[in-house]
């Protein structure tokens, strides 16, 4: 009987021993400590796309309110809402520049968008004043009137003043001119222009970024703004 006291050839020096064959598997101790370094990596890239894939979803489905501008040229940009302070810091710049946009949308007549700029004014007005220039448009028939005028107009504000009357509540006066040129006419016919509305703050909105809205609305009686064919 063959016994296993003695260690043969092979075994001493470990030729044809399935053993030897791991190093070469697994490499040099470097090589290991390497590839334990790249799993690292590996699982530490994984582990930062989860945390930033379920920030996303928090995100998104957290109470955010998204507010994004639209330019006229159909350029879109996310804008942040205002913290309180940078608000009230710069109430009087944004007010300006909210009257002035809905000034334009209303009374600055334009034959070729009268219907997307009256559109745009109303969906900044409160609930009441809405409902009591939508049927003040419709009984004299403006825009129907204004797309038949070929005219164009531009609104220049000379003056601006706003007091509060209560918290988040302004009353605003504003004057300036209105320039109406009818089509093929280079020369425009300047009339003044003054009004005095009410603003509110509330929460903004992909329509109205501002956070304003106009409850009251009040415009000095004038002449119509061409000799003829313009609404009256």
């Known amino acids: 009987m063959k016994t296993f006291d003695r260690e043969t050839p092979e075994e001493e020096t470990g030729e044809e021993t399935p053993l030897w064959t791991a190093p070469s598997l697994y490499g040099s101790r470097e090589e290991i400590l390497r590839g334990f370094r790249q799993v690292k990596r590996l699982v530490a890239g994984a582990l930062v796309l989860v945390v930033l894939d379920t920030l996303g979803i928090v995100l998104l489905s957290g109470d955010h309110t998204l507010v994004v501008g639209l330019s006229s040229d159909g350029r879109m940009q996310v804008l942040t809402p205002l913290s309180d302070r940078v608000f009230r810091k710069n109430l009087e710049r944004i007010s300006r520049s909210f009257v002035q946009d809905f000034l334009e949308n209303l009374t600055a007549y334009d034959s070729f ?8 004014a109303l969906a900044v007005m409160s609930p009441d004043l809405r409902l009591r220039m939508k049927r003040a448009i419709l009984s004299q028939n403006l825009l129907e009137s ?7 107009t531009v609104l220049t504000l000379r003056s601006f003043s706003m007091h509060p009357v209560r918290r988040d509540i302004w009353s605003v006066e504003v004057a300036g001119t209105r320039t109406t040129y009818a089509q093929g006419n280079s020369e425009g016919r300047s009339q003044g222009f003054s009004a005095r509305l009410i603003l509110s703050r509330g929460a903004p ?13 009040q415009e000095e009686a004038q002449a119509s703004p061409v000799a003829e064919g313009a609404p009256r």
């Open 205 to 217: 909105t992909p329509g109205n970024p501002y956070g304003l809205w106009v409850s009251r609305y």
């Open 113 to 120: 968008e009268i219907s997307y700029r009256i559109g745009k």
């Open 146 to 152: 204004v797309s038949r005028a070929r005219i164009h």
